[in-house]
């Protein structure tokens, strides 16, 4: 069976870098794991994904219908491969990782959204990941009035409508607002929260691998320079670290964290004196 799955059909390695940044975000989110996961055989993971690919294209060859085929997607997804949100007392560090929902079927709704996004595309479908109240959740529209609204880890799904008499501004009002989240968006969304998760368990290393990569997205932004500083401070490399958190304070001289960012340059350059 070809192995058609939005990469070039005789190159599933991902190794080549050099347009790491036409890739579909799932792809590029799997591609970002290899580089503080030695380990991940991200070969498996893209086989994995080329086989729920193939089945979302039955579904939309059998399902014309748009409603019904998100319904195929959606039932398969939920029911079939039985992807769901995790219970367990795993760190959430995995439960984002999409190589690791790929493979146990369990995730955060990031993973889980960035995954069914993928796939609801993959059956033409016009969706993405969108922010509400704080949660990451998949939005699915149908027309400029028409669409759905999935909860990732449940797959519990809300349909609306805006009735043609209806002003869009005052329907606006009236909802609270959804913030759509579009390709390199959702890339930077996963790295940032796959930065936090590492931090938070002291994984400083695989952190900085977050940092850099978002740092080729972004450029010389104040606020990764930052948390650079801070990571290569706790990695034992005070005079790279000092230069970023430099630059931060004058790239941001008015952010509420100038002070303590200061006792840090302090503490490293009391640091380096002593050293030497």
Same mark, same amino acid.
């Not at 929260?193 to 080729?216: P, R, T």
């Given at each position: ?99 690791? @929902? +790929? #493979? ?7 993973? %889980? =959204? ?7 595309? *993959? ?83 695989? @952190? +900085? #691998? ?7 997205? %972004? =450029? ?7 948390? *650079? ?48």
């Amino acid at each position: 069976m070809k192995n058609d799955i939005w990469l070039d059909e005789n190159d599933l390695s991902l190794d080549d870098n050099s347009d790491a940044f036409s890739y579909p975000p799932l792809i590029r989110c799997i591609k970002a794991e290899q580089s503080w996961d030695a380990q991940a055989d991200t070969n498996e993971t893209l086989c994995q994904l080329a086989e729920l690919e193939f089945a979302v294209d039955e579904i939309r060859q059998k399902q014309k219908n748009q409603h019904k085929c998100l319904d195929g997607v959606l039932d398969a997804f939920y029911t079939q491969w039985l992807f769901s949100g995790s219970s367990q007392d795993v760190p959430e560090y995995k439960l984002n990782s999409v190589c690791y @929902a +790929l #493979s146990m079927r369990s995730g955060t709704n990031t993973a %889980l =959204g960035l995954i069914l996004v993928h796939l609801l595309e *993959r059956a033409k479908l016009n969706a993405s990941l969108a922010l509400s109240q704080g949660e990451i959740i998949v939005h699915v529209a149908l027309s400029e009035e028409e669409g759905y609204v999935v909860e990732p880890s449940s797959g519990h799904q809300t349909w609306y409508i805006m009735p043609e008499n209806e002003n869009k501004k005052d329907q606006e009002q009236d909802q609270e607002p959804m913030e759509l989240i579009f390709n390199e968006e959702s890339v930077k969304l996963y790295l940032s929260q796959q930065k936090w998760a590492f931090i938070a368990v002291e994984k400083f290393g695989h @952190a +900085l #691998s977050c940092v850099e990569q978002l740092m080729d997205i %972004l =450029g010389d932004d104040p606020y990764e320079r930052r948390d *650079r500083g801070y990571l290569l401070n706790q990695l034992n490399c005070p005079k790279m670290a000092k230069d970023d958190l430099q630059f931060f304070i004058d790239e941001c001289p008015d952010d509420p964290t100038i002070e303590v960012i200061q006792h840090q340059i302090k503490e490293l350059a009391d640091h380096n004196n002593i050293l030497h």
